[in-house]
Each structure stands twice: as structure tokens, then as C-alpha cells.
């Protein structure tokens, strides 16, 4: 079954935003307000980052990576997660997941494709 399902990714130029969601689903979005999450990317050939969290209270954390470029929050009412993104690299290309935060093996989805590239 799902449980969480991402969108928003895209192609986009260097410099640019995209803005990604994260939908829980099912039995995730009954509690969804109490979980800690995540956002995830991944590059063929290397280890998955985390790129930010957000606890269940609202505190962020951030991936040094991003910081000051990404913003995570959540909407609890809508069950959604979100990831503000701006001023975007090439090297921001990758699958990005949600997941909770430690992510759960068994929470891994498709992702949301993000290509930054001119």
C-alpha cells in the first residue's frame, strides 16, 4: 500500500524553484501529525542524504547542502509535507522521497524526478 506519495518534481534551469509535496496516504495520514519526517535524494552511484526534517512539533533541520536555499513544512490538516525549493544547482538533481524521520524501509516510494540543468 502507499503511504506516502511525492510530486512537484520537474525540469528545471539553475536558479530556479520547484516546490515539492508529499502526500501521506492510508493508514500514514490517520497519524501523520506525529511523525517526524523527512525529505530524501538520491544520485545513482551514491549514499541517500537526507536533506531536511521537520518533527512532528515544527522544528527544521537542515542538509549544509541546502541550507538557506530549502525550506521545509507540513500541513498537518492536509497530511502534506512540503519542500520549498530555490535558487537551485545542478547538483540538486536527484529522486527525491519522503519518508519518516528515521526513515522506515518499508516507506520508500517512487519519488519526484528534480533535473536542474540548462
Known amino acids: 500500500q502507499v503511504r506516502f506519495v511525492e510530486s512537484g518534481g520537474g525540469l528545471v534551469q539553475p536558479g530556479g524553484s520547484l516546490r515539492l509535496s508529499c502526500a501521506a496516504s492510508?493508514?500514514?495520514?490517520?497519524?501523520?501529525?506525529?511523525?517526524?519526517m523527512g525529505w530524501y535524494r538520491q544520485v545513482p552511484g551514491k549514499q541517500r542524504e537526507l536533506v531536511a526534517g521537520?518533527?512532528?512539533?515544527?522544528?527544521?533541520n537542515y542538509a549544509d547542502s541546502v541550507k538557506g536555499r530549502f525550506t521545509i513544512s507540513r500541513d498537518n490538516a492536509k497530511k502534506t509535507m512540503y519542500l520549498q525549493m530555490n535558487s537551485l544547482k545542478p547538483e540538486d538533481t536527484a529522486v527525491y522521497h519522503c519518508?519518516?524521520?528515521?526513515?522506515?524501509?518499508?516507506?520508500w516510494g517512487q519519488g519526484t524526478q528534480v533535473t536542474v540543468s540548462s
Open positions: 519518508n519518516m524521520l528515521p526513515p522506515r524501509n518499508d516507506y
Open positions: 492510508g493508514s500514514s495520514g490517520s497519524i501523520f501529525s506525529f511523525y517526524n
Open positions: 521537520i518533527i512532528s512539533a515544527g522544528s527544521t
